[in-house]
């Protein structure tokens, strides 16, 4: 615990390594859904994106002579499928779940409090 703001004491710093593990991913999430507790003691974050996907198109077609289609593919009518993605689980235990949840809110605070600023362009600091 580090001494509180205008106290003094022997601090020390820790090097704490960053890695990723083997099957390391990244992605855009939309949402997440929370489940839990469950019995081993964890509530599990599961984060999507909302996408739509075009499942076919029914494409009016003509026989000109045998073995033979031409299709109008400007008249196409496409049939788009709304779908959920699941990009990750992510378990958290019951005990750390508080911690994190204030962390996730302090951040979108910080987000709220710089978007009403002005902008300035891309990578520029006011």
Known sequence: ???????????????????????????????????????????????????????????????TAPNEVEFAWGRAEPHIHPQREELAVVSVPMDRLQAMAQALGRAAQFVDSISD??????????
């Open 1 to 63: 615990m580090l001494a509180p703001k205008g106290e003094s004491m022997d601090e020390k710093k820790k090097n704490i390594l960053h890695v990723r593990p083997p099957n390391f991913t990244s992605g855009v999430a939309t949402g997440i859904a929370i489940t839990g507790p469950t019995d081993d003691g964890f509530v599990h974050l599961h984060f999507f994106r909302e996408t739509q996907r075009i499942t076919h198109d029914d494409v009016p077609s003509r026989s």
């Open 117 to 126: 600023q002005p902008r300035r362009g891309p990578n520029k600091v006011a």
